[in-house]
C-alpha cells in the first residue's frame, strides 16, 4: 500500500501503521521451558512472516547478513515507506532488505530482530520513566514522522514502559485500568471488554488515539502503551525483552504466489526470571509477542493485530514442568469439502511425558484483541468511537448513527455536524465483524485436535447441512493449547487457566483443483486457469530438470478450481498486492481447458457439432474416416484418455465429449506417506494411529547417538508436485535434500511419483561462543529426551493433515542390555536351574531381557542361543562339570515369542520351548544371551552388544515307571474287562524290573492279574456260582538266588512256566497272548529272534512258551457289575475263598509299559511292541505312567519314579578316556543319560558294536574295539542293541579317537626295552635288514 507524504501528525502516522505492517504477520507459536534457576524460563519463539517486505524500515526492526558480518542494520532516518522491493528507493537504501535475490542454500545466514517499542516509527514504550525518547525532534516541529534522528543518549527501551491493561485504552487516560472480557469454558464472550472500558471511562478522549510529546494532555499518550501500537515480547510481569527477539531465517518461499513469499524462522532462545513463581494463587504469568498487524486480504480479522499469549506457571509439585509445544503450516490451504466438513489437525504435545494437552478457539485477545477497521478516507480505526466519527464526519455512515443521542463513544457535542446520508458507505460498528472473530462454522476437538470447518459444497452450494458456502480466500485460525497433568479431571472441553501455547495460522479456502488426463495438450496454451500456487495454469513437476535431482512426470493443464488473476487498480494498493484471483464460477471443464491432440497433425481436435461441417483441425462426434487422427488404441480398452472412445479391441471410430466417465478433467487427490503398512509400503515410520485420537509414530535412539530416519511419500495422480517437508523442527534438527524415486515396479511405485527425504538430528553441545558442535556424549547431549516433530506431504493444493505423519522421538541414556530384574510377566529362572520334562511334554525357559530404563524406549533387542562351547563363559554356573561342560541343543526346541498386547519390544520376552520327541530322552546343557540387534558385529562406531552375564540351564529328559513292594495296596484299572470281548482273542504286556528276593526262596509275585469276584446265587438258592478267582496273570517266580522265570498262570489251564534263566534287578520284556481257539504264547524278551552284539555270543535270551487255556478275564457276560477285575503288582487280596488266590503275592520291583488287546498279536508283532515308544491305536489299554495314563486306582504307597527301561533311547554325553590304541580292548566308562539295566545293554563305536556294563543311570563300562589305522569313531548307545543315540535329535557328539601305540624312552641308563627273543628267530638267517619309525627328541639325554 502507499503512504502519503509530507508533515503528518503522529496520530496519523500511528493511523498508518496498519499500513505498513499489515501485509507481513503469517504465522506465529511460543513455547517455553524452566533454565533450573528459580523461576527462570526459557522461551523460543517460531513465526513466518512476508518475504519481500521491507525490513528494516518500520518498527525498529533491523536484520543482518551473517556472512557480511554481525553488524545489525535498518533504515528509519527518512520517512516510513511500503514500497516495492524492486523500486530504486529501496536499492538505495542498504538498511532495507526484502530477500528479493536471496538464494535458497543463503537462507540460514540471516537474523532478523524484533524490538520492544511503539508505533511504526519505533519510538519507546509509554510511560517513559527516562524522559528521552529513541528519536531527537527539532524545535518547533510538532510532526515527529520527519526529521527524526536517533537519540544516542536513549535505551532502546526504558524501563517504565508498560502494556495498557484493557485492550480498548488509547492510552490517554489518567488511570490503567483492567476491562477484562468474561468467557464460557468454551472461550465464547458473555461480556465485552468494550463495555467495562466505557463504564470506566477509558474510551475519552473521543477522536484520538493519543500522541506522543503534542504539549496536550487530553491526548497525549501518557498512562500506557496501546495494544495497538506496541511491539515487542512482553513477560507478563511488567517487565519486557529490552534485547529484542533474534529470529533466525530457516526457510524461505519464494514463489510469487498467494501461498508463497514468505520465510519461516525460528528464534534464539532468550531467558527471564519471573519474581515469584505465579503472581497470584492459581493463576499463571501472561507473556506474549505482538508486532504488526494480520493481512488485508483476510475474510476474518482482516488488519487485526496479532498476539502470541502463552502462559507461564512455576508449580511446586511439577518443578520441571514446560509448556507445551505446537507447530503448524504457516499457510494451509484446505478445499471445499461436503458435509460432514473438512477435516484437519493441528499438532501439538507436551514434552513431559506424562501430560497430555487440550486444544480451544482463541478468546478476542489471544486473536490480538483489536482489527485496524478501515474507512473509506484510507484510514483505520482501532475503536468504536474513532470508527464512528472517521465515517460520520466523511459523511459515509448511516444517519441513525452520527445524529442519534447517547451513542456510545460518538462526540454528542459536534453531533449537529453531521449530515444524514441516503446511501452510507460502511455500516456502524458491529461486534461479530469489528472485533476479532474466528472463522464461521468452525470447531475443534479439545481432544484430538481435529479442526472441522463447515464450507459448503463448493463456492456457489451449501452442503447438505445447510452450511456454506463461504467465501473463497484467507482466514485466520488462532488454536490454544492447553496442558493436561495426568490428576486434572477437566471434562475435556473446558479451559482450565493453566499453561497454554498460541498456535497462530492462515487457512486458504479454495475450489479443488482438477488437471487435464496426461495424452491431452498440456501446454499452457488457449484459455487458462490460474490458481493460488500457479500463475501458468500447469500443475505437476517438470519432465526436464526441476527441483529434484531426477526429472518429473511432466505437468498438466487445470482445468477446474482455479480462476484468473485481476487487478484492482487500487491506488492505496501496492502493485505487487493488487492481483486479486477472481475465480468466477469455477466450472471444471475439460471442453475448454483439455485439448485433444490429433496425432497425426500435432494440432489441437476441436470436438464441434454432430453433423455440422467441421474444421481441418476438428472431428465431430460421431465417426472419423481417418483413423490417424487418433491414437491407436490399446485392445480391451474403450475409453483412450483424451483421445477418443472405440468398441473393445476395435479401432477408434469416434471422439466423445468431455463429460460423464469420459471427462478428462481429473481431480486432484492427495499424496500420502509410504509405510511399512501402506500399498505401495515405504520406509516412513509407521503411525501409532492414523484415526482419531492419532498416535504419532515412535522412534527412540540414546543420547549421544545420532537420531535419522527416511520419509517418503507418494501420489498417484498422473501428474505429481509433491512436497516433503515439516511444520516445525528443534534445535540441530535436518531434513536432507528431497529425492526423487525412479520407482519400484515391484512395489507398485510409479517412477517420478514419491519423493524421499532423510530425517537426521545429531547429537550438538553450545560452545563458549554459541557455535553447536557435534558430541557423542550422552552428558554434554542438549537436545531434547522427548519430543514429537510433524511431517506432511503436498501437491501444492493437498496436505496429509488429517493427520500429520508425526514421529514421537525419544532419546535416553545409554544403557546396556541385560536380564530382566522384574519382568512383566514373570522372573528369570535361577541360574544353573535344571527343568525336567518327559517324553511329549513341553517344558519352557522363560526369559526376559531389556535395555530400556524406563520401558518406554523400544530398542530392537532380543535373545538368541550361544551356539560355542567357550570354557568358564558358556556353560557358566553350577551345576556344569564335567561331563556337563559342553553345550547340545535338542533339534526340536525353538523361541516361542508371547503375543502380549502389553509386551513392547522392549522388553523382550520369550521363551525357549522343548517338547521332547523318541530320541530325544536326554541331558541337555543350554545357555542364552541377550544382544541389542541394532548393534553390529566387527564394527567400531556400533560394536555389538550382548548381556555382561549368560544364563545357562539343564533341561533332564526323563521316563516314569511304577515302583511296587510285596505289601503294596491296589494299582487296579477298573474299568478294563468291561471293554473286553470274552469270546475274542487276548494279548497282554509288559516291562517289569523284578528285584532280587533276598534269603527266603522261592517267591512267586504277581505281575499283573485279570481275576474275578464272581459269587452268583444258583436257582436253588442253596449253591453260589463263585467262577475262577484268576482268570489270566502273569508271575515273577525266583526260585535261586538271583535266577528266576515267568509264569502265565490261570486257574482254568494251570502255570506255563518260561525257562529259569532270567536274571532279578534286571529289565525284562513279558506278554502273552490267547488266540480264539484258547492257543496262546507266554513271551519272555522278545518273540522271534534276540539283538545279538555284533561279534560276540549273545548273552540276551528269549523264551516262547505255548498255552491252551479256555479262560478270559470276566467281562460282566452275566450282568453282575462287581465281578471282573485287572490289577497290576498285586496278588488277590481281598479274602477271596480260593486257595488259588495266594499263589502269588504281590510285585516288588518296578513295572512300565501295560499293554492289553482284545486279540492275540502275531510274533512278529509282539516283537514290534517290544521296542516301540508310539502309541498302539488298537491296544484296549495302554499305561505309560504319565500323568494322564495311570491306573485309575493307585495307592498312595505305589511310587512313580523316574527310571531309564530299554525301550528308551539314551545319549552319551562324554566319555573317561576320548583316546586309546588302535589295537583296542581298553575298558573307558562312558557318560550319558537314560542308561538301563538291560540284558541288551551296549556300545557302539560307529558302526562296531561292543557290550556295556551299567553302572548307574548315567554311566556305563564299554571295551574299545580294535580298528586297522588312527581315526575318529562316533561313541553310541543302546539299551536293547536294536536302537542307538541319534547325535542329530541330541545336538552333540562324542568321539573316541584311536591312535598307534608306541615306545618312549627318555634317554636313561635304565631306558629302553628288551626284546632279547627275537634272537632266537634270526639264528638261520644269513642277511638282516633293520627299519622303524623314530622321533628324536631335541636336547641331551637326562642326566
Known amino acids: ?192 471488554g468494550y463495555d467495562l472500558a466505557k463504564s470506566a471511562g477509558l474510551t475519552a478522549p473521543s477522536f484520538s488515539l493519543g500522541e506522543i510529546g503534542s504539549g496536550d494532555p487530553t491526548k497525549s499518550v501518557k498512562t500506557c502503551t496501546p495494544w495497538s501500537e506496541v511491539f515487542g515480547f512482553f513477560y507478563g510481569d511488567g517487565t519486557f525483552n529490552s534485547d529484542g527477539v533474534v529470529l533466525q531465517v530457516t526457510n524461505i518461499d519464494f514463489e510469487d504466489t498467494l501461498m508463497g513469499n514468505f520465510f519461516r524462522g525460528t528464534s534464539k532462545t532468550f531467558t527471564h ?94 486473536m490480538g484483541g483489536l482489527l485496524a477497521n478501515p474507512d473509506n478516507t484510507g484510514g483505520h480505526a482501532w475503536h468504536i468511537d474513532v470508527y464512528r466519527n472517521n465515517i460520520c464526519s466523511e459523511k459515509s455512515g448511516p444517519a441513525v448513527m452520527c445524529i442519534q443521542s447517547g451513542l456510545s463513544g460518538l462526540d454528542l457535542e459536534a453531533a449537529s455536524q453531521y449530515v444524514q446520508v441516503n446511501t452510507p458507505f460502511k455500516s456502524d460498528w458491529n461486534d461479530d465483524d469489528n472485533l476479532p472473530h474466528t472463522p464461521p462454522d468452525i470447531s475443534i476437538d479439545p481432544v484430538t485436535g481435529v479442526v472441522t470447518w463447515r464450507t459448503g459444497d463448493d463456492m456457489n452450494t451449501p452442503d447438505a447441512d445447510g452450511y456454506g458456502p463461504l467465501p473463497t480466500g484467507f482466514y485466520n485460525l488462532v488454536v490454544m493449547v492447553e496442558e493436561r497433568k495426568p490428576k486434572d479431571n477437566d471434562g475435556l472441553g473446558i479451559r482450565n487457566n493453566q499453561v497454554k501455547v498460541p498456535i497462530d495460522f492462515l487457512l486458504y479456502l479454495y475450489p479443488p483443483m482438477h488437471y487435464c488426463n496426461m495424452d491431452c495438450d498440456n501446454t499452457p496454451t488457449g484459455p487458462i486457469l490460474q490458481t493460488m500456487v500457479s500463475r501458468d495454469g500447469l500443475y505437476g513437476d517438470s519432465s526436464v530438470g526441476g527441483t529434484y535431482p531426477l526429472s518429473g512426470t511432466g505437468k498438466c493443464k487445470i482445468c477446474g478450481g482455479g480462476g484468473m488473476y485481476l487487478s484492482t487498480n487500487d491506488t492505496k494498493v501496492r502493485a505487487e498486492d493488487d492481483d486479486v484471483l477472481f475465480y468466477g464460477n469455477s466450472l471444471n471443464n475439460g471442453t475448454v481447458y483439455c485439448n485433444v491432440p490429433n496425432i497425426a497433425t500435432g494440432e489441437p481436435i476441436e470436438t464441434c457439432c454432430l453433423g455440422a461441417a467441421t474444421p481441418a483441425t476438428s472431428v465431430e462426434y460421431g465417426f472419423v474416416s481417418n483413423p490417424d487422427f487418433i491414437r491407436p488404441p490399446t485392445p480391451g480398452h474403450e475409453y483412450q484418455g483424451c483421445l477418443g472412445a472405440a468398441p473393445i479391441g476395435a479401432a477408434p471410430e469416434s471422439i466423445v465429449p468431455y463429460s460423464g466417465i469420459y471427462d478428462v478433467c481429473n481431480v486432484n487427490m492427495p499424496p500420502y506417506f509410504l509405510t511399512p ?138 544403557t546396556t542390555v541385560g536380564w530382566c530384574d522384574t519382568p512383566p510377566l514373570y522372573d ?153 470281548t470274552p469270546s475274542g482273542g487276548l494279548t497282554a504286556s509288559l516291562w517289569a524290573k523284578p528285584k532280587c528276593g533276598g534269603d527266603v526262596l522261592p517267591v512267586n509275585e504277581t505281575l499283573i492279574v485279570f481275576g474275578s469276584n464272581r459269587d452268583i446265587p444258583a436257582p436253588n438258592g442253596i449253591l453260589v456260582d463263585d467262577g475262577l478267582t484268576v482268570r489270566n496273570s502273569i508271575i515273577w517266580s525266583e526260585t535261586e538266588t538271583g535266577i528266576g522265570s515267568f509264569i502265565y498262570f490261570d486257574e482254568a ?214 580298528t586297522n589305522s588312527p581315526q575318529f569313531m562316533v561313541v553310541t548307545a543302546s539299551n536293547n542293541g536294536a536302537h542307538f543315540t541319534n547325535n542329530t535329535l541330541i545336538g552333540k557328539d562324542t568321539k573316541h579317537l584311536f591312535m598307534d601305540s608306541v615306545l618312549y624312552t627318555d634317554g636313561g641308563d635304565a631306558a629302553g626295552a628288551a626284546a632279547d627273543a627275537v634272537c632266537h628267530d634270526l639264528e638261520d638267517a644269513e642277511q638282516v635288514s633293520f627299519g622303524g619309525w623314530f622321533c628324536p627328541k631335541c636336547g641331551p639325554p637326562p642326566s
Open 828 to 980: 528369570n529362572p535361577p541360574i544353573g536351574q535344571v527343568y525336567t520334562t518327559y517324553l511329549n511334554e513341553e517344558v519352557c525357559i522363560d526369559l526376559c531381557v531389556k535395555k530400556s530404563l524406563t520401558n518406554t524406549y523400544r530398542y530392537n533387542v532380543g535373545v538368541r542361543a550361544i551356539t560355542t562351547t567357550v570354557p568358564g563363559v558358556a556353560p557358566i554356573g553350577p551345576g556344569f562339570d564335567f561331563p556337563y561342560d559342553d553345550l547340545n541343543y535338542p533339534m526340536s526346541a525353538g523361541f516361542t515369542k508371547f503375543q502380549d498386547p502389553d509386551n513392547l519390544q522392549d522388553p523382550f520376552v520369550t521363551s525357549y520351548c522343548f517338547t521332547p520327541g523318541i530320541g530325544e530322552e536326554c541331558v541337555f546343557v543350554v545357555c542364552f544371551e541377550g544382544v541389542d540387534s541394532d548393534t553390529i558385529p566387527g564394527t567400531d562406531a556400533t560394536p555389538e552388544e550382548v548381556t555382561a552375564d549368560n544364563k545357562c540351564y539343564k533341561i533332564e529328559v526323563y521316563n516314569r515307571v511304577l515302583l511296587f513292594d510285596e505289601d503294596a495296596d491296589l494299582a487296579e484299572v477298573t474299568w478294563l474287562t468291561e471293554s473286553l
Open 1 to 192: 500500500m502507499s503512504v502519503a507524504r509530507g508533515f503528518l501528525s503522529l496520530g496519523l502516522v500511528l493511523l498508518f501503521a496498519c499500513t505498513a505492517s499489515a501485509t507481513h504477520f503469517r504465522y506465529g507459536t511460543v513455547k517455553w521451558v524452566p533454565t533450573g534457576v528459580q523461576n527462570e524460563a526459557e522461551f523460543e519463539l517460531k513465526a513466518a512472516f512476508r518475504k519481500d517486505y521491507n525490513w528494516g524500515a518500520f518498527f525498529k526492526e533491523k536484520w543482518r547478513d551473517l556472512e557480511d558480518g554481525t553488524e545489525w542494520k535498518n533504515d528509519l532516518g527518512i520517512a516510513p515507506a511500503l514500497l516495492p522491493c524492486d523500486d530504486p528507493e529501496v536499492a538505495a537504501r542498504p538498511g532495507i532488505q526484502c530477500f528479493g535475490n536471496t538464494a535458497e542454500t543463503y537462507v540460514k545466514n540471516y537474523e532478523i530482530l524484533f524490538p520492544t517499542g511503539m508505533g511504526v516509527a519505533g519510538h519507546d514504550l509509554v510511560p517513559n520513566n527516562d524522559t528521552l525518547d529513541y528519536y531527537i525532534f527539532p524545535p518547533g516541529i510538532n510532526d515527529k514522522s520527519e526529521g527524526k534522528v536517533v537519540n544516542p543518549a536513549a535505551d532502546a527501551e526504558n524501563t517504565g514502559g508498560k502494556i495498557c491493561e484493557c485492550r480498548f485504552h488509547k492510552g490517554v487516560a489518567d488511570a490503567d485500568i483492567p476491562c477484562p472480557e468474561a468467557y464460557n469454558s468454551q472461550g465464547e464472550v458473555i461480556a465485552t
Open 273 to 366: 526470571t519471573y519474581p515469584a513463581a505465579y503472581p497470584k494463587v492459581g493463576q499463571p504469568y501472561t507473556a506474549f509477542f505482538t508486532g504488526g498487524n494480520r493481512i488485508t486480504t483476510l475474510n476474518n480479522n482482516a488488519d487485526g493485530r496479532y498476539r502470541l499469549e502463552i502462559n507461564v506457571w512455576f508449580r511446586s509439585d511439577y518443578p520441571d514442568n514446560a509448556s507445551p509445544i505446537s507447530s503448524m503450516i504457516p499457510l494451509l490451504p484446505v478445499p471445499y469439502t461436503p458435509a460432514p466438513g473438512l477435516r484437519f489437525q493441528v499438532p501439538a504435545y507436551d514434552p513431559d511425558p506424562e501430560d497430555s494437552v487440550r486444544f480451544f478457539l482463541s478468546t478476542q485477545a489471544e
Open 1053 to 1266: 489251564a494251570g502255570d506255563f512256566p518260561s525257562k529259569v534263566a532270567y536274571q532279578c534287578d534286571l529289565w525284562h520284556y513279558i506278554a502273552f497272548t490267547i488266540n480264539e481257539d484258547n492257543t496262546g504264547t507266554l513271551f519272555v524278551d522278545g518273540a522271534l529272534r534276540g539283538y545279538d552284539t555284533v561279534g560276540e555270543i549273545d548273552t540276551h535270551i528269549m523264551d516262547a512258551v505255548p498255552i491252551v487255556t479256555p479262560s478270559r478275564p470276566d467281562s460282566h457276560i452275566d450282568g453282575d457289575d462287581t465281578t471282573g477285575f485287572f490289577k497290576i503288582g498285586s496278588g488277590c487280596h481281598l479274602g477271596e475263598k480260593k486257595a488259588s488266590c495266594s499263589y502269588a503275592m504281590g510285585f516288588n520291583g518296578h513295572i512300565d509299559e501295560v499293554r492289553v488287546w482284545d486279540y492275540a498279536l502275531t510274533a512278529a508283532q509282539i516283537d514290534e511292541d517290544m521296542f516301540s515308544r508310539l502309541p498302539d491305536p488298537t491296544a484296549v489299554l495302554e499305561l505309560s505312567m504319565v500323568p494322564s495314563s495311570l491306573p485309575d486306582v493307585l495307592a498312595p504307597s505305589i511310587e512313580i519314579q523316574s527310571m531309564a527301561y530299554p525301550v528308551l533311547t539314551p545319549c552319551v554325553v562324554g566319555m573317561e578316556h576320548y583316546v586309546g590304541p588302535t589295537v583296542g580292548g581298553c575298558d573307558t566308562m562312558v557318560y550319558g543319560w537314560g542308561f538301563s539295566e538291560s540284558t541288551w545293554l551296549k556300545c557302539a563305536f560307529d558302526d562296531q558294536q561292543v557290550p556295556a556294563t551299567f553302572v548307574s543311570p548315567t554311566v556305563m563300562t564299554c571295551e574299545t574295539p580294535g
Open 677 to 814: 503398512a501402506t500399498t505401495p509400503t515405504g520406509a516412513s515410520p509407521l503411525l501409532g494411529t492414523n484415526s482419531p485420537p492419532f498416535e504419532p509414530a515412535y522412534v527412540s535412539y540414546n543420547l549421544g547417538q545420532s537420531a535419522s530416519f527416511t520419509l517418503e511419500a507418494y501420489d498417484d495422480d498422473e501428474c505429481v508436485e509433491i512436497i516433503l517437508s515439516e511444520t516445525g523442527m528443534l534445535v540441530n534438527m535436518e531434513l536432507g535434500p528431497a529425492e526423487r524415486i525412479e520407482g519400484r515396479e515391484a512395489d507398485g511405485i510409479e517412477p517420478m511419483k514419491s519423493v524421499r527425504r532423510q530425517f537426521t538430528w545429531n547429537p550438538y553441545k553450545t560452545e563458549a561462543d554459541g557455535t553447536l558442535t557435534y558430541t557423542d556424549s550422552a552428558e554434554e547431549d542438549e537436545r531434547e529426551q522427548y519430543s514429537v516433530t510433524c511431517f506432511f506431504a503436498s501437491d501444492s493444493y493437498l496436505l496429509t493433515t488429517y493427520p500429520f505423519h508425526c514421529i514421537k522421538i525419544e532419546l535416553l541414556q545409554p
